[in-house]
């Protein structure tokens, strides 16, 4: 059993709306960088695996909106895969506010390999095993771990 990518940020004020938080478009680019940073920790990022004929694709993303961020707050964004099966994985995250451990934002994404021609492709064994530390059971993630 594997262990959550965690990557930290700083909310910066151009991020911010006129309510005075983050906007929530701006949740869902903090949940990809960290999906990419996760990947590059294990030595699959996307150029690579674009270099061996293969592109991840987030194919739906559910994001629930539970509290606001605010300039300046620093912000961890926990990652994990729950499920690979097929060319379909399932990618786990969470955004909490640093200093409280408050969840701001949960969030649910399917990501999908296909070859360079956008068609499904299984993940690759090779891809399966780098992924392997980022794969985490339902139920098996702690919320302060």
């Keep these: 059993m594997g262990k959550p990518a965690r990557y930290q940020l700083k909310v910066r004020h151009y991020e911010v709306d006129q309510y005075g938080h983050v906007n929530h478009a701006q949740y869902v680019h903090y949940l990809e ?5 996760a990947l590059d920790s294990l030595g699959l990022s ?8 293969y592109l991840i694709l987030a194919a ?32 786990i995250q969470e955004i909490r506010e640093v200093e409280s451990q408050r969840v701001l934002v949960t ?6 390999f296909a070859t360079e021609d ?28």
């Design 60 to 91: 739906d993303l559910a994001v629930k909106y539970l509290a606001p961020a605010r300039s300046g707050d620093t912000l961890e964004i926990v990652t994990y895969v729950r499920e690979i099966r097929g060319a379909r994985s399932i990618w």
């Design 118 to 145: 956008g068609r499904p492709a299984r993940t690759p064994a090779r891809f399966r095993e780098k992924l392997a530390p980022l794969c985490v059971p339902d139920g098996a993630v702690a919320p302060s771990e």
């Design 33 to 37: 960088v960290a999906r990419i940073e």
């Design 46 to 53: 996307l150029a690579e695996m674009r270099k061996q004929g």
């Design 107 to 112: 969030a649910e994404v399917t990501g999908a």
